[in-house]
């Protein structure tokens, strides 16, 4: 059993920066593949960012690629989202989610994970 608690999100300006977090509880947080999704009102829930259990492989969406930054500290048993050069489309509800995942798996789709966080909302104004 994993459990998921994110922070970090808020409200920045188009063009801000931003770093999101999710501390995990659990002794085998190392062996699970991580991912952060965000979702808006009346929309489905979309894959920004994976990465392996070991963090030497990750995975963006395409509206994200170039601007946001995945990594994970295992001995914190914490993921992080760095987001920089933010957009107003960016606004949305930010959920980090894990599932068990071992050697370079990733997951890109919300259907793959057994864990979810509460989300933290991100907000960027224009």
């Known amino acids: 059993q994993v459990q998921l608690v994110e922070s970090g999100g808020g409200l920045v300006q188009a063009g801000g920066s931003l770093r999101l977090s999710c501390a995990a509880s659990?002794?085998?947080?190392?062996?699970?593949?991580m991912g952060w999704f965000r979702q808006v009102p009346g929309k489905e829930r979309d894959f920004v960012a994976t990465?392996?259990?070991?963090?030497?492989?990750?995975y963006y969406a395409d509206s994200v690629r170039g601007r946001f930054t995945i990594s994970r500290d295992n001995a914190k048993n914490t993921v992080y989202l760095q987001m920089n050069s933010l957009k107003p489309e960016d606004t949305a509800v930010y959920y980090c989610?894990?599932?068990?995942?071992?050697?370079?798996?990733?997951?890109?789709?919300?259907?793959?994970?057994?864990?979810w966080g509460q989300g933290t909302q991100v907000t960027v104004s224009s």
């Open positions: 989610a894990a599932r068990p995942g071992s050697g370079s798996n990733i997951y890109t789709n919300h259907y793959w994970y057994d864990y």
């Open positions: 659990g002794r085998t947080f190392s062996s699970y593949a």
């Open positions: 990465l392996n259990w070991s963090g030497d492989r990750t």
